[in-house]
């Protein structure tokens, strides 16, 4: 069974600052997807970005970048220029590609402070 | 146009009761899926349908039963609810993008 890892339940940064998120998984699969999601306060879930493991090159989505690692099984995430609407709990997500489920992280809850 | 939706937002309900919570989506995908969102944030699959099939069906009391009248719902009944359901439920659904589409999310207290 596939396992997701994030070993950094709170985190803060000052806006406009550089914060890196930590995510590892375990899973003997090689080809999968996975992806980080956010949680405002609002609740609703947002997928902030993805990445195919058959990929080498590391996705972008904006502001939102991840180093992802297939050795070390490592997918953080970078969050630039932080701003006060990236407060919020984010979940790193594993999806193999022989069933579709979702399997979560513990979560980070982010803090960005003015 | 809401994506997901999902009804009620909030249910508050004394312990033994049947409840049901609604999931509709208007993305057209095949896939739909019911998370639980437990106090400490964790989200863990309960169930999903693929075409009205049942195609996953995680350890869950057989107190909680799904129902897919078509591909576009997909609801969640519980019986007999139990101070332990309490907890906020997803409704999410997905096609060949991979990417799963949540809703907003059902708080379910139980008294």
């Known amino acids: 069974a596939q396992t997701v890892t994030q070993s950094q339940p709170e985190m803060s940064v000052q806006e406009a600052e550089t914060v890196t998120l930590s995510c590892t998984y375990d899973?003997?699969?090689?080809?999968?997807?996975l992806f980080w999601y956010k949680q405002p306060p609002s609740r609703q879930m947002i997928l902030v970005i993805r990445?195919?493991?058959?990929?080498?090159q590391n996705a972008t989505e904006n502001r939102f970048s991840v180093n992802f690692q297939k050795a070390a099984k490592s997918f953080s995430l970078k969050i630039s220029d932080s701003q006060l609407g990236d407060t919020a709990m984010y979940f790193c997500?594993?999806?193999?590609?022989?069933?579709?489920?979702?399997?979560f992280g513990e979560g980070t809850q982010l803090t960005v402070n003015p | 146009d809401t994506a997901v939706s999902q009804t009620p937002k909030y249910l508050v309900t004394q312990m033994g009761n049947d409840k049901s919570i609604k999931c509709e989506q208007n993305?057209?995908?095949?896939?739909m899926y019911w998370y639980k969102q437990d106090s400490k944030k964790f989200l863990k699959i309960m169930f999903s349908?693929?075409?009205?099939?049942?195609?996953i069906n995680e350890t869950v009391p057989n107190r909680f039963s799904p129902k897919s009248p078509d591909k576009a719902h997909l609801n969640l009944h519980i019986n007999s609810l139990e101070l332990g359901d309490s907890a906020v439920y997803f409704c999410?659904?997905?096609?060949?993008?991979?990417?799963?589409?949540f809703g907003p999310g059902t708080r379910l207290t139980v008294t």
């Open positions: 349908y693929n075409n009205k099939e049942l195609i």
């Open positions: 899973t003997s699969e090689n080809n999968y997807y």
């Open positions: 990445q195919e493991a058959y990929k080498q």
């Open positions: 999410a659904s997905s096609q060949d993008t991979v990417e799963q589409y």
């Open positions: 997500a594993f999806r193999g590609t022989s069933g579709s489920r979702l399997t």
């Open positions: 993305l057209g995908h095949d896939t």
